[in-house]
């Protein structure tokens, strides 16, 4: 259970504790500090120790990156498999086009249609609504949420054709997959993706009509663009505020710096804050999405730029949509391939590979010699992007409510943190560690 402080003192400053927060994938606290209605101090503070998965990839083969980071996140493994893929294929000069590319695609699909949907139905409705959990919303709202879970285990299941399980797919391999399904397969796979699509319609619909506090800001969205489609795979590296480069550039804009109050770095663009996830996705590519579901977003009262981070939960339903029926363009064109993989052929050399994991932009790149032993690692995963513009936000936001009551206040804040979908055991990878001696 979370607990929660608020001491005054006589200067009438106020402190809010937050020690644990709830519905967020790790763990983590927030402490804000008021006087009078005047914001002092905002702090997230993540305190799971650091995980050290850049630091043990180093000595093991090429090869074992995806499996390895696979492990990073139960939630999403197929965004660090895919994102370690693309840095090893760039490493050793290798494309992967045609049937596995279209392949690659399907099982990012059912990756965001179980992610977003478990935020949707289990972490985030539940603000929205007034109920301090899912299971006391699911007394009221049974229907619904038997739904989103139906609707989140088809996700569940694009994952286990394609990658072998559900959790932590075993079936992604550098160049391609260990087995391919047979049209069979994906052909039931479709059939229960029309229902799938029934379901996202019907989530639309619904969360639609949820309050949206009137909160917004001149953020600078960040996210994969690509020519011909919405991103998942590849792209050049864009943002509203005009940044246009190559994935091999990322590291000349984008810093990492550590922060006391937290065990995750914070990653900023050219020194300031930025925004990645659904709302830099939709904002930056809402003219990629297919006609259909760019009618169910306007139906929804979206325009083709959101910037309320309140409406991410709308945002989300609507990639939800789009997943589905990328899947069903998929399935619908599907041609087995030749071979599940492209033959690798080892070279030393340094690659960078960036996919569009359901919370935003994740970033691996790797360094490899010609025997391909990774020589070095660096992963970047969404959350820890986004952290600096989640702190920022709650500043703002903070000021704009001091009013509120203490409880109602607390309750908002959590809210607005939720917002982003926190992964914040995914962001707690790896610090450098200083000893001074005397």
């Known amino acids: 259970m979370k607990k929660k402080k608020i001491s005054k003192t006589r ?8 020690d644990y927060l709830a519905r967020v994938e790790g763990e983590g606290a927030l402490y804000v500090k008021l006087k009078g209605k005047t914001v002092q101090e905002v702090k997230l503070k993540i305190f ?3 995980r050290f998965f850049e630091a043990f990839m180093r000595g093991r083969k090429f090869s074992d990156a995806p499996d390895i980071t696979a492990r990073i996140c139960g939630i999403c493994p197929v965004a660090y498999q895919m994102s370690s893929c693309h840095a090893m294929e760039n490493a050793i000069g290798l494309r992967v086009e ?6 690659r695609r399907l099982l990012y699909c059912g990756e965001w249609i179980e992610s977003h949907t478990l935020h949707i139905y289990m972490l985030h409705a539940p603000d929205f ?27 569940n299941e694009i994952g286990n054709l394609l990658g072998g399980r559900e959790i932590h797919p075993i079936n992604v391999r550098v160049g391609g997959f260990y087995k391919i399904p047979d049209a069979a397969a994906l052909e039931e796979l479709g059939r229960r993706l029309e229902k799938a699509r029934e379901l996202a319609f019907e989530t639309v619909d619904w969360v639609k009509d949820f309050s949206f506090p009137d909160f917004e800001e001149d953020y600078e969205f960040v996210s994969l663009s690509h020519p011909g489609e919405y991103p998942f795979n590849e792209g050049r590296l864009v943002s ?22 937290s065990t995750a770095l914070h990653c900023t663009l050219k020194g300031k804050p930025y925004f990645v996830g659904p709302l830099a996705r939709y904002t930056l590519n809402f003219e990629k999405l297919p006609p259909s579901v760019q009618r169910a977003a306007e139906q929804a009262g979206l325009s083709p730029e959101c910037y309320n981070p309140f409406k991410s939960i709308l945002v989300r339903s609507i990639e939800v949509l789009y997943a589905c029926e990328e899947a069903l363009r998929i399935i619908g064109n599907y041609r087995r391939p030749v071979s599940p993989n492209i033959a690798l052929k080892t070279k030393a050399g340094t690659g960078h590979g960036c996919t569009e994991a359901p919370r935003g932009i994740l970033y691996h790149r790797y360094q490899i010699d010609h025997q391909g032993d ?4 660096k992963i970047v ?4 992007q986004n952290q600096k513009r989640i702190e920022l936000d709650l500043w703002k ?17 959590e809210q607005a943190i939720r917002n982003y979908d926190p992964c914040i055991s995914c962001s707690t990878h790896f610090l450098k560690l200083e000893v001074e001696r005397t």
């Open 48 to 50: 799971e120790p650091p």
């Open 98 to 103: 045609g049937e596995l590319r279209e392949l």
């Open 11 to 18: 200067s009438k400053t106020k402190t809010i504790k937050v």
């Open 240 to 261: 509203n505020k005009g940044l246009d480069i190559g994935i091999e550039d990322y590291e000349e804009y984008f810093k990492e710096e550590h922060v006391p109050h």
């Open 381 to 384: 995963p969404p959350t820890s």
């Open 397 to 413: 936001f903070i000021s704009a409510y001091a009013g509120l009551s203490d409880e109602k206040l607390k309750w908002r804040c």
């Open 374 to 377: 990774i020589l070095d690692a």
């Open 129 to 155: 609504l007034g109920y301090e959990d899912a299971i006391r919303m699911a007394k009221d709202y049974p229907d619904r949420v038997k739904k989103g879970l139906e609707l989140k285990k088809i996700g």
